[in-house]
């Protein structure tokens, strides 16, 4: 989702796991597990991200927005 920032003024991408209140115990691992490998990872080509947290029991990630469309789009469907 694209968000507004308020106390930096500028705007971000939240990424709030798919199943959300529905979400067991393994996908709510699995979406903290990726969410604490990607924000240990310093490189040009990866999405920083800002803030993990939980709102109302859900989970949520805060990166970098990064504009361009989506990378499924840019992919093309072909894996790489």
């Not at 490998?37 to 490189?43: G, I, S």
């Amino acid at each position: 989702y694209l968000a507004q920032q308020e106390s930096l003024r500028r705007e971000v991408a939240v990424k709030v796991i798919r199943d959300g209140a529905l979400a067991g115990p393994r996908e709510l691992a699995r979406f903290r597990i990726e969410a604490e490998a990607a924000a240990r990872m310093r490189h040009p080509n990866f999405v920083e991200i800002l803030e993990v947290g939980e709102h109302a029991g859900r989970p949520f990630l805060v990166m970098e927005l990064v504009e361009g469309g989506n990378l499924a789009n840019f992919l093309g469907g072909q894996p790489q």
